[in-house]
């Protein structure tokens, strides 16, 4: 089964084309980054009128990549939710309208769903069940993963997610968006030691998150100091240290407590080069294996979505004629396809 997939949650149009057999045949990703580094943060309606302008052409790169023509193709999966509403409604109704005019079924993917199942893309992939670490600019969340479709919250963040205390950091210190790339350069050239922040929510029993503090603590530092370069760079490798550090101490007790001996890192902030050595370093004490999506599928992708959505497709499951969006949709809501 060939399945045409497309991300449009957020500032990111990726395409890709996943074939159940040869595997991954092409990839597109068109970021809108530089348009919103201006305003330091995401703007929506930019982001769906950049949506609307990219994602036909990304399609026809892509089909061309794969030398596939649009006969070839068994399936449209399109990214349905959670997300920007509008960003969500423009990869729907072309995913779904694309879907109608070949005659083959659509299947809205949960996004989060996506980046979970990201690591089956590499050629060692993980076997269930495990222990998953969702960390993006929207999510914080560690899940129980029985299988596709059967996952158990164990503990999410109750304010900030850990990408978004990432972006609005690094705009408060005046470095630019994406914040957590920036922020990990202004880290490396940091001085260790000169702050040290709170490990929110660490101190205390469960698996729930919170960057709130963190992100306060930061921006006290910054009114009690004057901005140089170097105070600058101090203050991010502080903010990384404790990010990292809460991940980390979350992670370790979250293994604990179920007893699994592999857990998979997705989302964006999964790049994040300290995190993967932090906790790379803990799997290898523990004897737990970690399994990371290469740094491309960390970020938003055509290709999870491709991949997800034909596991989803194979089961039988698809749309009907009407599409939507689902701005909020718990992953636990899903079911086993």
Not at 119 to 133: I, K, R, S, T
Not at 191 to 218: E, H, N, Q, V
Not at 236 to 246: C, G, L
Request: proline share 5%; charged share 20%.
């Amino acid at each position: 089964m060939r399945v045409l997939g497309l991300e449009t949650s957020c500032d990111d149009t990726g395409v890709a084309i996943f074939d159940t057999e040869r595997g991954l045949l092409a990839h597109k990703l068109y970021s809108q980054s530089a348009m919103h580094a201006e305003y330091g943060g995401v703007v929506p309606e930019l982001a769906s009128r950049d949506h609307i302008r990219k994602l036909l052409p990304l399609v026809r790169e892509v089909l061309a990549e794969a030398k596939c023509a649009t006969g070839d193709l068994d399936g449209v999966a399109y990214t349905m939710g959670p997300g920007l509403a509008g960003a969500l409604l423009v990869g729907a109704s072309i995913g779904r309208s694309l879907a109608y005019a070949w005659g083959i079924p659509a299947v809205g993917v949960h996004h989060m769903e996506g980046h979970l199942l990201a690591p089956m893309l590499e050629p060692d992939p993980p076997a269930f069940p495990f222990l998953a670490l969702l960390v993006s600019g929207g999510h914080t969340l560690l899940a129980d993963v029985r299988t596709i479709g059967d996952y158990r919250l164990l503990g999410e963040s109750l304010d900030d997610a850990v990408g978004e205390a990432f972006d609005k950091t690094a705009k408060l210190l005046g470095l630019g968006y994406p914040g957590g790339p920036e922020i990990a350069k202004a880290a490396a050239r940091g001085t260790p030691g000169r702050f040290r922040f709170p490990r929110p929510m660490t101190d205390r029993p469960g698996l729930d998150f919170s960057f709130s503090g963190l992100k306060t603590a930061a921006l006290t530092a910054s009114r009690q100091h004057a901005l140089d370069a170097h105070t600058i760079d101090d203050i991010a490798h502080a903010f990384q240290e404790a990010a990292v550090d809460t991940l980390f101490i979350k992670c370790a007790r979250a293994l604990e407590q179920t007893g699994h001996t592999r857990l998979v890192v997705a989302g964006g902030v999964g790049a994040n080069a300290l995190l993967r050595m932090r906790l790379l370093e803990l799997g290898k004490k523990i004897n737990v294996r970690v399994y990371y999506p290469r740094p491309a599928f960390c970020t938003d992708n055509g290709a999870m979505i491709a991949y997800a959505g034909s596991v989803r497709l194979r089961a039988g499951q698809q749309e009907g004629l009407a599409f939507g969006a689902r701005a909020r949709w718990s992953l636990m809501d899903l079911a086993a396809p």
